[in-house]
């Protein structure tokens, strides 16, 4: 895309020419001309509201030089427009009509003189653009080797994503530079199709192409000569979840204020006088717990009302339970300690269960008393009960129906498993006491697990989740990039080659291709086999942009077909 003055008839333009292989697609005119302070364009060039349609000879191609917008689609299927400089500065740039239209890119030549702090505005006009028209966003201008008698140029180049700066060129270079980045338009696509504000914003442009108030004319483009074969130039964030380092600490206390206002309001409201939260010293009942006492505390209340309950069973192991009764106390909350396995074992007879058969009624008759023992606790005090699980067990179905599936707040279930460890390391290293400290701490490294089966012959957690599902830092992965940007197995199983292969970043898990698909396959299947137990999910706050409430983002038939998506996972 070229600029050049251009002439039509009468008129003179300041026009970008669309050019592939040699030939001219199209010629866009100039919409908005600045004829202030510095600028003079009015002098010289005429704007494309001025122009009637007309066809010209240039450059040895006969094209039609048109005011409607031009809408220019490449062989597969990209769409894309053009504005020039001033064209973006202007209240109704011509790149909300085009992206509106369908454009999935805009290209900005420009000619734009520097000024002190003129460049940080440009970057947040350019940003919001591409944000508010959800688009990439594409901006060269002119550098060095243009005249300096008056103005001075940068050479800014930009490139943004739906708002994010993607690349950017070294202002004030001397020589000459490229600057390329790769634009995700399936991910753009994603986020208009599930924005309900673009696509009615979408139809009263199309109301107006049909009154003629503007029209469109859609170019389309030869086949490309010589493809390459892709390859991502992007960098693939493995922890989509975990906020940058810089931005920890702001978001840890963002995240706990969301969470706090939310049950402070439904204590006001429901006139509890007390709260009963299950321990069992794993990573989801310690930041519940963290949650109530930060809520008691912004509420005046005496942490005395938050009744933390350890009830031990058959799996229970001395470091989670030792973790649960020192971490309570140090917080100095009411403890109670309920031992299940003398109602469990009467239930396993009522029942006509054999206790030494070690299945699914085993494991979750564990977890319906515990849920029966709170709920009728919470009756019994006045209060309510404050569910633990997080997101990521909701979106593997990794909770039992009617046991931990169920309570009456549950404040963490917006919450990733993977983020969980960082909000309690947050509050570990955020001034807490020394013994909370070390506790905390000691909580982070302990082995996920429902802790439902016995221990092994060392006392030792036996049942480790992530043996049995999978690690969360790939579910979590594939989670986001599923529900958040609406990817396909194929598309997702590429970013976690990337994200989670042999040249991971430090730090980051470290998988082959069948590993991978294996747990890939499990995310898809449980997802859409577990959908029954996210239908029918206590109230909690949404935290961040993924949340799996059906009363909130994530509406989905218990009974979907799951089919097509195991079929891709296979042929990734």
Known sequence: IVGAPVVAGDLLLNCAVVIQQGQILGIVPKTYLPNYSEFYEKRWFASAQDLLETEIRFAGHTVKVTPDLQLFRTYDGVRFGVEICEDVWAPAPPSNKLALAGADLIFNLSASDELIGKHNYLKSLLSQQSARTMTGYVYSSCGFGESTQDVVYGGNALIYENGQLLEEGKRFATEPQMVTAQIDVERLRSERRTNSTYVNAQRNIKYSILDHQFGIRHIEASPAENDREFVLERPVNPHPFIPTSADMKASCEEIFNIQVMGLAKRIVHTCAKTVVVGISGGLDSTLALLVCVK????????????????????????????NALTLMKSLGITIREICIAKAVTQHFEDIGHDASVHDVTYENSQARERTQILMDLANLLGGMVIGTGDLSELALGWATYNGDHMSMYGVNASIPKTLIRHLVNYVAESGVDEQSRNTLLDIIDTPISPELIPADENGNIKQKTEDL????????????????????????????????????????????????????????????????????????????????????????????????????????
Not at 295 to 322: A, E
Request: hydrophobic share 40%; aromatic share 14%.
């Open 295 to 322: 809520t008691f505390d912004k509420l005046g209340m005496n942490r005395k009302g938050i009744v933390g309950v350890t009830m031990p069973g058959f799996g229970t192991t001395d470091r989670t339970y030792n």
């Open 469 to 572: 599902v999978g690690p969360y830092e790939l579910h979590d992965f594939f989670l986001y990039n599923f529900l958040r940007l609406g990817f396909s197995p194929r598309k997702i199983f590429m970013l976690a080659r990337i994200a989670f292969g042999p040249e991971a970043e430090q730090g980051v898990g470290r998988y082959d291709e069948a590993t991978i698909k294996k747990w890939l396959t499990t995310f898809v299947r449980r997802f859409f086999a577990q959908q029954f137990k996210r239908s029918c999910l206590p109230d909690g706050p949404k935290v961040g942009s993924v949340t799996l409430s059906p009363r909130g983002d994530w509406r989905m038939p218990s009974d979907a077909s799951v089919d097509l998506w195991i079929k891709e996972v296979k042929n990734a």
